[in-house]
């Protein structure tokens, strides 16, 4: 199976889990704030099914998405969040419907797409690895909230090793966005998936390192969850300081979260200061 073909799999794994939590979830209970600011639990599902019609709109119609990408320019800060508030008023079992022909729709494009196309998007385009792996992204971050506001922990899978791949790869995003100088030297990213084996990335002989769990790396790079309230060791520098600030989502830098617990790994994280307010799905590539 092509790497697409694997993150599409796990895609629809990642969409299942979070399905499997909200779907039978009362109509009061969909109106339970998350931990993203002004979000309930509707906004972070009408957020992922809205996301999720933009990105078959720039797969399927390329036309048509342009015009979406001037609206977007033209309210740089308010147009992720009226998505979300348009689809957050609907009714739980329509907004459910939305999200899962959405979502299916988009699985179904993707498969289709033919290999070394890349289509227009908020930012780069992608390929399509890159549109599965960003939506994979996502739907792992909203469903943290989500399952932060419900109070789920949910089960860490070898699913993260997209995500992980997406926070690795946005190092130099992160300092650039921040007009920060990008560092010269490679790091060495150590990460002990959920199954025990290890995934590593950079050089061996990297001074700068970075050595944790994958899922508080994970936790870290999204922003759910504060460095200081996870298990992640830091040499370097540039190490230490790209911990405070990475993102693996696109767009301006994010806030981050406020220290909750003090050092040790979270697993469900705590209360998070604001919502990730873009649809541009980070720099896999």
């Given amino acids: 199976m092509s790497d697409a073909g694997v993150v599409l799999d796990d895609l629809g794994g990642e969409s299942a889990e979070l399905d499997a939590i909200v779907g039978e979830l009362s109509d009061e209970t969909w109106a339970r704030p998350t931990p993203a600011t002004g979000w309930t639990i509707a906004h972070q599902i009408a957020h992922l099914a809205w996301t999720d019609r933009a990105a078959l709109l720039a797969v399927t119609d390329a036309e048509a998405f342009a015009g979406e990408v001037e609206k977007a320019l033209a309210a740089p800060d308010a147009f992720v969040d009226e998505g979300a508030a348009e689809g957050a008023v ?23 797409a033919p290999g070394g196309v890349r289509f227009p ?28 506001a419900l109070g789920v922990r949910r089960q860490p899978t070898a699913r993260l090793r997209h995500v992980a791949r997406i926070g690795v790869r946005a190092r130099d995003f992160a300092f650039a966005v ?9 790091f060495r990213i150590e990460l002990t998936a959920p199954g025990g084996e290890l995934w590593s990335y950079g050089s061996v002989d990297a001074v700068q390192r970075v050595t944790g769990p994958a899922l508080d790396f ?9 460095r200081d309230d996870l298990s992640l060791r830091v040499e370097g520098a540039d190490a230490d300081l ?22 040790g790994s979270v697993g469900s994280a705590p209360q998070q200061e604001a919502a990730d307010r873009t649809p541009r799905q980070g720099t896999a590539g």
């Avoid at 999200?99 to 993707?110: M, Q």
């Avoid at 994970?218 to 504060?226: G, K, P, S, Y």
């Fill in 121 to 148: 998007w908020y930012g780069p385009p992608m390929s399509v690895a890159s549109m599965a792996t960003g939506r994979l992204m996502e739907t792992w971050a909203h469903g943290q909230d989500v399952a932060d």
């Fill in 242 to 263: 790209w911990l405070g600030i990475a993102q693996a989502f696109a767009g301006p830098p994010g806030p981050g979260r406020a220290q909750q617990q003090g050092r």
């Fill in 90 to 112: 609907l009714e739980p079992t329509v907004l459910l419907d939305r999200w899962r022909a959405g979502r299916e729709g988009l699985r179904r494009a993707l498969r289709a």
């Fill in 178 to 186: 921040r007009e920060l100088p990008v560092p010269d030297e490679e």
């Fill in 218 to 226: 994970c936790l870290l790079v999204t922003q759910r969850a504060h």
